[in-house]
């Protein structure tokens, strides 16, 4: 990584007036969590059940939930063991002292990760749009009931017990509404049934940010940290997301997106890459 892309991204930061901050799985990296798509990720990995291989996707999927629900829980109740007995690393505590007191709490949080690690770091509930959904709630499988019930909130009495050698619950949770059971309120593969609601509204809320720094001329810099390179993914481009899915507006005052991502890139107008993971790139630059 030169030296000079370091020195220029801690001078556009520190002259910025806001920040939106757009995170993907190699946010949490430092602290433990798996990729999905990145040089160790998951995406292609078989991940072998009792006996037998399952693609992440395939365990992942609405269809799993369907047909199979007491091995996509236990496996789903492993994940979130992994996310509650770990903690946010140094970089999100870094990145929350910057912003508090450097910027005025002028910034937002994009992130497809469902670890809740931002909140649980400090950061504004109201400030972060997490667009698969967080682990942090649950739904019915029936997403009508979700529809009139809205989600419920995670307890540890909820988390199934599961068999940690075949990955299969032995127990699941009852939607207190319906006969149906409870899943994460989480986008999976093929989801037609993921009770977006809350995360609509976190998305206006997000939308409403950039166009409130737009209409006070405010220099804002994207910093995207761990998004990886494929398209699905929320990487960044002259201020818009490469993926349409979240149907985000191109931010107009863009002074500069900074890319943290290990992997090596091809250069791109107005992005600065810096060749460093979050903990490490945090400590850096800020």
């Known amino acids: 990584m030169p030296f000079n892309n370091l020195k220029e991204s801690k001078e556009i930061i520190r002259n910025c007036d806001a920040l939106l901050v757009i995170a993907g799985a190699g946010m949490s990296v430092d602290s433990g969590i798996f990729t999905y798509r990145g040089s160790n990720g998951i995406w292609n990995k078989s991940i072998r059940i009792g006996n037998e291989d399952y693609r992440y996707d395939e365990i992942s999927s609405l269809k799993m939930w369907k047909e199979y629900p007491e091995l996509a829980w236990g496996f789903k109740a492993n994940f979130y063991q992994m996310m509650k007995d770990g903690d946010p690393h140094e ?4 990145l929350l002292n910057y912003v508090k007191n450097r910027l005025n709490n002028n910034y937002f949080i994009c992130t497809s990760n469902i670890d809740n690690y931002f909140e649980r770091a400090g950061f504004e509930k109201d400030k972060i749009y997490e667009v698969h959904g967080t682990m942090k709630l649950l739904q019915c499988m029936d997403k ?25 619950s032995t127990s699941m949770p009852k939607c207190p509404y319906c006969p149906n059971i409870l899943r994460p309120n989480v986008s999976m593969f093929g989801d037609h049934d993921f009770y977006g609601k809350p995360y609509e509204f976190a998305r ?18 994207i910093l995207e940290i761990g998004c990886g390179i494929n398209p699905h993914s929320l990487r960044m481009k002259d201020g818009k997301m490469l993926s349409g899915e979240w149907k985000l507006p ?15 890139e091809q250069e791109e107008d107005n992005c600065i890459h810096i060749k460093l993971g979050a903990k490490k790139g945090l400590s850096q630059l800020m």
């Open 144 to 168: 009508k009931c979700s529809l009139r019930n809205g989600p419920i909130e995670m307890e540890d009495k909820l988390m199934p017990k599961f068999n940690k050698d075949t990955f299969i």
């Open 250 to 264: 191109k931010i107009k005052n863009l002074i500069k997106t900074i890319r943290l991502n290990p992997d090596d």
């Open 204 to 221: 206006k809320k997000m939308e409403n940010w950039i166009n409130e720094n737009e209409k006070k001329d405010n220099k804002l810099v």
């Open 91 to 94: 970089g999100y505590y870094t």
